[in-house]
């Protein structure tokens, strides 16, 4: 399995330590274990940023950065072994091993941490703390804060500055390093996979989650712990719905079949969309919105490079999509009045796509000094154009409604253009029903 090695999870701390000013102290806190119903657990999933520094996949830590500490930067608060909880939780890293295994310089039990940490705050100038995201943990390093002003008079002094951590560590995120990249071509990969898989399998007769559930079973058996999002599995009209989970309608010979689904794998998330007909064979006016929707895709591709800026692989959809709309009759007027009216909007009502990487909208920001980001290499996202023509819209003509198409894949910047990671999913008309007319025939 691949996984992000250890010493890029050094390097990363170090990078960030750079950043940091003279004398402060980066605090974070790792994810919090989620209660499902009752005494039952959310399967756990760490937090992205504190996974990035640390590689941790434990609850109940917390990560300390302290540039130029003489015994060690990088102090990791977590769990202490215990037999008994062990049988029961499974085992543990302790202290020793968040030094040995997770590269910490110094650790300590969490139990210690009200104990310790005010020590650690006391005489720097700034603490650096993911402000906001996490409530509880905003109290606890204010009540940290309040013992060293306790004793002031003594001489103890509290930090004068608090940032919010996000800014650095974000801008980090946004761009992907060799490793990262590899994860994430291995995560395109296995969904690719699952995919391909649901196409196969699908048949009129079976409900959306029979797809749901082959999309599972290729994720776990490529090794991936969980999907990257709750997938979307979406029939006949329910295509038209961007963010549908209920996942239970009947597949039905005549509609089409929108599937959004990604896994991930070391928390690194691949996000694709396919839209196949439920009957292996796309109808004309399917296919005349289908070949539209790839169409704006590829001329999103063709704008995604270095110094061009986030915006343009939008606004190259926009105008694709707008003049199809125009050519089918499902619009009329001028295409540049149309744009600058945003009547396309009706059809297509999101952008093009969104930063990927840890989180499946990954962190980083879209402007920068009010105007567009301009793309730079190593910064990964989605391409996602759809169209969603309303089961109940008046406007178009009855054979065109409840047609819902968006195709997706994942891309990374390089030097010339973009690498598509996700190529591995038939994609085309032809592509497409030939697979799954393939499939049918081996099933016969």
Not at 46 to 68: H, I, K, R, T, W
Not at 203 to 210: N, P, Q
Not at 349 to 355: N, Q
């Amino acid at each position: 399995m691949i996984h992000i090695p250890k010493s890029e999870y050094g390097r990363r701390r170090k990078a960030l330590m750079a950043q940091m000013e003279p004398n402060s102290i980066a605090i974070l806190p790792a994810a919090a274990v989620a209660i499902r119903n009752r005494d039952v657990e959310h399967v756990y999933r760490q937090d992205s940023d504190f996974q990035y520094l640390s590689g941790f996949p434990e609850p109940q830590a917390v990560l300390v950065l302290m540039p130029g500490r003489v015994h060690g930067e990088y102090i990791l608060f977590c769990r202490e072994r215990n037999a008994e909880r062990e049988l029961w939780d499974g085992l543990r890293a302790g202290q020793e091993g968040a030094i040995r295994d997770f590269g910490a310089d110094d650790a300590f039990p969490i139990t210690d941490i009200d104990d310790i940490l005010p020590g650690l705050i006391e005489g720097r100038d700034r603490v650096y703390s993911a402000m906001g995201s996490n409530p509880e943990f905003d109290r606890h390093l204010m009540e940290w804060i309040n013992v060293i002003r306790s004793k002031a008079n003594l001489g103890a002094q509290p930090p004068n500055e608090f940032v919010a951590l996000d800014h650095l560590l974000h801008d980090m995120r946004l761009y992907k390093s060799a490793a990262e990249v590899k994860v994430m071509r291995e995560a395109a990969r296995i969904s690719a996979q699952a995919h391909v898989r649901a196409m196969q399998a699908c048949r009129a007769g079976l409900h959306e989650f029979s797809l749901e559930a082959e999309l599972d079973y290729e994720f776990r058996k490529g090794g991936a712990k969980m999907p990257a999002y709750g997938s979307i599995v979406a029939a006949g009209r329910n295509s038209c719905i961007l963010h549908y989970q209920q996942n239970d309608a009947v597949l039905k010979d005549g509609d089409l079949v929108l599937i959004d689904a990604g896994c991930e794998i070391d928390c690194y998330a691949s996000d694709i969309t396919r839209t196949f007909p439920v009957s292996g064979k796309y109808s004309a006016e399917q296919k005349a919105i289908y070949e539209l929707v790839l169409a704006a895709q590829e001329a999103a591709f063709a704008e995604i490079a270095p110094n061009k800026h986030w915006n343009q692989a939008h606004e190259a959809t926009v105008r694709v999509i707008t003049a199809g709309l125009v050519k089918l009759g499902l619009l009329q007027g001028d295409i540049d009045e149309l744009i600058a009216g945003e009547a396309y909007k009706a059809f297509y009502m999101h952008r093009a796509g969104h930063w990927l990487g840890m989180d499946v909208h990954d962190v980083g920001e879209y402007k920068v000094g009010g105007e567009w980001r301009v793309l730079e290499v190593g910064m990964a996202l989605t391409v996602e154009p759809g169209i969603y023509i309303a089961p109940d819209n008046q406007n178009v003509a009855k054979k065109w409604r409840g047609i819902g198409v968006r195709i997706e894949d994942d891309v990374v910047v390089t030097k010339t253009g973009c690498e598509v990671l996700t190529g591995g999913v038939p994609k085309t008309v032809a592509e497409i029903e030939a697979l799954m007319a393939a499939a049918r025939t081996r099933a016969a």
